[in-house]
């Protein structure tokens, strides 16, 4: 019964490869999103997203794609990865007001 | 736009003592929610408490509470009876009520808390 699920945890791949992590919410709220915490723990908001609209796309390269086939799944896709995305990535959903963050996957680009 | 300033990147107390966690935050909007979000080294980002701008009563769970001034911008977390399990990287976080989706987090502050 996992509020905001995301998988996988971890994730290890090449430069230049095409990933997916997926992240579903079952806590019925309107609003998902993408954080990106990197070595040093600094957490920053990468996309959000309200019944399945795009609302913040912060800078990002176009890289990242976003794609909420319903709202309470949120998938995050990456092109032609690079060493300098890895990172901890997380989902994260609220309704008017708190957020409720999954468990987080760390990318590790090799 | 809004920041979040956490001004202690590692904080360490003894087990049973009191803590104190400073945040500080810049905004022009008068409504908005403030939070502090503990994060152990599991990695996942859990809720500790939650503090409505328009609310004058600071807010408290169990061992926690805030000592929210608004007309400072300041919203630090104290940790009462500090146990082993507390340790970990605490998140001050700003969310304005008109922008719900996106809130702003400040660098985090990296607690020991040594037996």
């Known amino acids: 019964d996992t509020a905001v699920s995301q998988t996988p945890k971890y994730l290890v791949t090449q430069m230049g490869n095409d990933k997916s992590i997926k992240c579903e919410q079952n806590l019925g709220h309107d609003t998902m999103y993408w954080y990106k915490q990197d070595s040093k723990k600094f957490l920053k908001i990468m996309f959000s997203y309200n019944n399945k609209e795009l609302i913040i796309n912060e800078t990002v390269p176009n890289r990242f794609s976003p794609k909420s086939p319903d709202k309470a799944h949120l998938n995050l896709h990456i092109n032609s990865l690079e060493l300098g995305d890895s990172a901890v990535y997380f989902c994260?959903?609220?309704?008017?007001?708190?957020?409720?963050f999954g468990q987080g996957t760390r990318l590790t680009v090799v | 736009a809004q920041t979040v300033t956490q001004s202690q990147p590692e904080m360490s107390v003894q087990e049973a003592e009191t803590v104190t966690l400073s945040c500080t935050y810049d905004t022009s909007e008068s409504d908005y929610y403030l939070f502090w979000y503990k994060q152990p080294p599991s990695r996942q980002m859990i809720l500790v408490i939650r503090?409505?701008?328009?609310?004058?009563q600071n807010a408290t769970e169990n061992r926690f509470s805030v000592n929210f001034q608004k007309a400072a911008k300041s919203f630090s977390l104290k940790i009462s009876d500090s146990q082993l399990g507390d340790a970990a990287m605490y998140f001050c976080?700003?969310?304005?009520?008109?922008?719900?989706?996106?809130?702003?987090f400040g660098d985090g502050t990296t607690l020991t808390v040594k037996p």
């Open positions: 994260a959903s609220s309704g008017q007001e708190t957020a409720f």
């Open positions: 976080a700003y969310q304005g009520r008109a922008r719900a989706g996106k809130s702003t």
């Open positions: 503090q409505e701008a328009y609310k004058q």
